[in-house]
T-cell receptor, first 113, second 111 residues
Framework: EPEVTQTPSHQVTQMGQEVILRCVPI?????FYWYRQILGQKVEFLVS????????KSEIFDDQFSVERPDGSNFTLKIRSTKLEDSAMYFC???????????FGSGTRLTVV | GDSVTQMEGPVTLSEEAFLTINCTYT??????LFWYVQYPGEGLQLLLK?????DKGSNKGFEATYRKETTSFHLEKGSVQVSDSAVYFC??????????FGQGTRLTINP
């Protein structure tokens, strides 16, 4: 079964550093998303991406964050100048149509120290 | 705005017990409804879905029926196993908008 692949599985970074989280969505999917889950809390929407541009973003997704689809396969989330409160599990997801349901990657656990 | 409310956890049951996790929603338009499961240390997996009123989603012995009149999508299983221990998330999506999650319900099954 096709999968959404995320790398790395775990990233530790110092406060103030930049990190790039990588995702390879399923090849025929058209909609791409980033979500995050702070430990023990709700899964929160960050940003959606369609047709090579951001289609919606949450209030969490401020100037510190950016997304890119640099080639036909990768979808990246960049966090500039990380803060302690950015520590969370970050999930990439994609779908072909909303009714088929999202496919999530296994996540990247980001720890900011 | 669109929202999902799940029953508070944690929920602890004995093996072979009957499970219900309540989920209600508020949405503009006609949402598709989902249950996702997160096993310890893993990502989110789609458990089942329903795209229109009165549809029943089912998978691995779990079932949920899309009830428009009560705006509910309760998850049920007739006989739970230890391996069902996980966090369960109810969620909805309207058109191509973002997936909106409930707060999650942690389920622990004791042998």
């Amino acid at each position: 079964e096709p999968e959404v692949t995320q790398t790395p599985s775990h990233q530790v970074t110092q406060m103030g550093q930049e990190v790039i989280l990588r995702c390879v969505p399923i090849s025929n999917h058209l909609y791409f998303y980033w979500y995050r889950q702070i430990l023990g809390q709700k899964v929160e929407f960050l940003v959606s991406f369609y047709n090579n541009e951001i289609s919606e973003k949450s209030e969490i997704f401020d100037d510190q964050f950016s997304v890119e689809r640099p080639d036909g396969s990768n979808f990246t989330l960049k966090i500039r100048s990380t803060k302690l409160e950015d520590s969370a599990m970050y999930f990439c997801a994609s779908f072909q149509t909303p009714a088929t349901g999202y496919t999530f990657g296994s996540g990247t656990r980001l720890t900011v120290v | 705005g669109d929202s999902v409310t799940q029953m508070e956890g944690p929920v602890t049951l004995s093996e072979e017990a009957f499970l219900t996790i309540n989920c209600t929603y508020t949405a503009t338009g006609y949402p598709s409804l989902f249950w996702y499961v997160q096993y310890p240390g893993e990502g989110l997996q789609l458990l089942l879905k329903a795209t229109k009123a009165d549809d029943k989603g089912s998978n691995k012995g779990f079932e949920a029926t899309y009830r428009k009149e009560t705006t509910s999508f309760h998850l049920e299983k007739g006989s739970v196993q230890v391996s069902d221990s996980a966090v369960y998330f109810c969620a909805l999506v309207v058109r191509a908008q973002k997936l909106v999650f409930g707060q999650g319900t942690r389920l622990t099954i004791n042998p």
